[in-house]
DNA sequence: AATGGCCCCAACCGCATACGA
DNA sequence: CTCGTATGCGGTTGGGGCCAT
């Protein structure tokens, strides 16, 4: 049993919009705003099911829209938040100002996907598609108990290796800080290995060298490199957490939830990284736990 | 000119999440 | 807490346009 539907079909046109629907529904939102998607087709004249006018409008009609091609900085940019983030469109879309989720993910799918592969990179994974130990660990044990062993992270510029990390798993759910020179985090894998984990220093110095993944339920060890995501992303994204309280670096940190996630711990520069991809509306309503201390 | 294949992208659909009663 | 509804998101589809034959 699905939900009822949005509206009546019966009643309702569907595929291409006209000009004149195009004009009323541009008329209806200059004078009333937009919102309130259920109730609009109706009080706009119009013969469509509110889904497809809050699509038209987001996605065509809005006054905001970019239009025309992408540019190559656009490329890449969608490239690295790609890579980040993975398909939340809706995200990236975020990113680029007048360009829509939709839009983004039509251009991936068309462009960007053949351009990575004639690089010969995966556009799923952002390896390169014909290099050795790239491969995903695919174990079968979708909670495996996983070990993390940092032994080759270091601080290229410090002498102590006493760095700190976070590992962050973007699609979605797991999280755990620590620090030390010799680091293991032990974790449970949401997704028979598929997901991409990010360790990064929290130092805003960079650690140097990818680091493995080792799954202790495997017999052969398999593994998986785990991706720098940050350190290449050359924009606003770049994190680099400042020293955190001790509270916090002292244990395991785990959060279920991305947005969560987002919301209370990537800080950047002098905000919070939830302000920079618009996740609060206003100024005072992320409750960061970190402090915000970078210079 | 007609036809077929391919590409692109607007639009749809189903599901997830948010939110209010 | 539960339920119903509204909205948002991401995957998929289908039709129009372009190009080669």
Redesign the pocket.
Known sequence: M???P?CEKEHT?????TKEEDERLINYIKVHGE??????PKAAGLQ?????C???W???LRPDLKRGNFTEEEDELIINLHSLLG?????I?AKLPGR????I???W???IK?KLISRGIDPQTHRRQNSANTTPNTATNTNALTKLNTNNYHNKNTSNNNNTFQLINVRGSTLHFGHGSNLEYDFTTTDKGHEKYYCTSIMPTIISKSSNIINEDSNNSSIVTIEEGYKEINLELSISLPNYSSKISSNHEVMKNQ?HYMMRYHVLGSACLCSTLGFQNKENECNCTMPISMN
């Open positions: 699905g939900r009822s949005c046109n569907k595929g291409a919009w919102g309130c998607w259920r109730s609009l469509r099911c509110g889904k497809s809050r699509l038209r987001i996605n065509y398909n939340k469109w809706s995200l879309a829509t989720d939709n839009e993910k039509n251009y799918n068309t462009h053949r947005q």
